[in-house]
């Protein structure tokens, strides 16, 4: 026995290494809920901003945020005065992105927009050529009126819409990301204006119909407007904020169910295809393209994601069928001698496509 040890005293203590707990390592669909969660929490914030300045068009605004969370562009069509501007710019505070104005006019030059080279002289003497961009390098673009520039500055903006880039004299530049471009339009005054081309209306993921406020919301904005206050807007996402969410949408499940759904409705716009009911061969003379089905789905991804969903329904389908439609079935002289529109035939169609068979694809 050592000697400082007793015959009564307890064990020298020992140390023991106790196994600690495992770190529980989120699976993928763990993380993509939790993005999911993350990103329905910022939209309730943008839309409760929103509110501060911009009484109802709670559709509207569905469709425009549905239309950048999925790299799309959107054209707003309504009558003068019911805020179109505003809520575009609102927006674009909300995003906190770079916002650029553009009004369109007869006497817009592509150069105009795009940008323009200059030459600079340096101090040596020599001269070279800079460019200048134009208000077309920002994240957001509000192009004002579109329909009222020539075809010439309306296709200056096809490049940049479907490619995201610019191409002065031989060189190429890259548009920031993300890149959206809200152009509106004034469908009563036609006088002096230069209807947009086919293949610039397609470009369009969406036209977004807006319409005049109820009574309650009218009374509303008078008596909010005329007050003399001006709320101040908080940006709510960034720029890398808003590249992530686009991702998250992108990867919203849709089944082979909702694609043939939509394979069926697009198809059926078509007077020539066998799928097109009688109404749509007496009355439609040109139906919608395969970039319809692409924007369908990826709209109704948005909407999805947006009520915090991870796949897509065909009820999501529907809810951006006019928007998506709209501009995409050209109706002849039968319907407009009746008073049929695009939008009544799309309607028509969302009750005549009866949904495929859930078990076929089970």
């Known amino acids: 026995m050592s000697p ?172 920031p990301q993300p890149f959206f471009v809200i152009a509106t339009q004034n469908p009563i005054e036609m006088e002096g204006t230069y209807p947009l081309p086919e293949a610039q209306l397609d470009r369009f993921m969406f036209n977004i119909y807006i319409d005049y406020p109820s009574v309650e919301e009218e009374e509303t904005i008078l008596s909010t407007t005329t007050a003399g206050s001006h709320p101040q807007l908080k940006p709510v996402l960034t720029g890398r904020t808003i590249l992530g969410i686009q991702k998250v949408v992108e990867r919203i499940v849709v089944s082979k169910y909702i694609v043939s759904y939509v394979t069926k409705l697009v198809r059926s716009t078509r007077p020539k295809d066998k799928s097109a009911p009688d109404f749509v061969k007496t009355m439609v003379d040109w139906g919608a393209g395969p970039r319809a089905g692409q924007y369908l789905i990826l709209g109704a991804k948005a909407m999805a994601a947006m009520d915090g969903r991870v796949n897509v329904s065909v009820d999501d389908v529907k809810r951006v069928a006019i928007p998506v439609l709209r501009h995409r079935v050209a109706t002849n002289f039968h319907a407009q001698a009746q008073g049929i529109d695009s939008v009544e035939v799309v309607k028509r169609l969302l009750a005549a496509v009866k949904e495929p068979e859930i078990p076929k694809y089970a």
Not at 165 to 172: D, F, I, K, N, P
């Open 4 to 175: 400082k040890e007793s015959p009564g005293s307890a064990p020298p203590a020992t140390t023991e290494t106790r196994p600690t707990a495992r770190e529980h390592t989120p699976t993928a669909a763990e993380q993509f809920a939790k993005a999911l969660d993350e990103f329905r929490a910022e939209r309730a914030k943008i839309l409760a901003e929103l509110k501060k300045v911009i009484v109802g068009q709670d559709e509207v605004i569905n469709q425009i945020l549905a239309s950048v969370f999925s790299r799309g562009h959107c054209l707003l069509v309504g009558v003068p005065g019911l805020a179109k501007t505003l809520m575009v710019n609102s927006i674009a505070q909300l995003l906190a992105l770079t916002f650029k104005r553009i009004q369109f006019t007869p006497d817009l030059m592509p150069s105009d927009i795009t940008g323009t080279m200059v030459i600079d002289e340096a101090p040596s003497g020599q001269r070279e050529f800079r460019f200048v961009p134009g208000p077309l390098f920002a994240h957001i673009l509000l192009a004002d009126e579109i329909n009222r520039t020539p075809p010439k500055t309306q296709a200056a903006l096809l490049e940049a819409m479907q490619e995201r880039q610019v191409t002065v004299g031989q060189t190429t530049y890259n548009l």
